[in-house]
């Protein structure tokens, strides 16, 4: 595949439109990402890749019962009211 076939390839993947002049400077660039992209191939890895280098471990604590509000104490600060809920604005 040429270089230019390439790059209106990947233009159309990213849905840019570009122009025959941005075309030719992004062919030159195109060709030294590849060569780089080439030479990293060559490397032989025997490691498995590794997704996470840090373990992650879950913090969990003990839950601990508390004494919640009384309904009073809920609505003590508060004068929209309506039985045992807050009553808001009509929407």
Do not use: W
Not at 78 to 86: G, L, Q
Request: aromatic share 8%; hydrophobic share 30%; with cysteine.
């Amino acid at each position: 595949m040429s270089e230019e076939i390439e790059v209106r390839e990947i233009a159309k993947l990213a849905r840019l439109k570009l122009t025959e002049e941005e075309i030719k400077k992004f062919k030159k660039d195109l060709q030294e990402v590849k060569k780089q992209f080439d030479e990293i191939d060559k490397i032989e890895v025997k490691e498995r890749p590794c997704f996470q280098p840090v373990e992650l471990k879950n913090v969990v604590r003990k839950d601990k019962v508390k004494r919640g509000f009384s309904v009073e104490d809920t609505f003590s600060n508060t004068e929209h009211r309506e039985k045992n809920f807050f009553k808001g604005p009509k929407v």
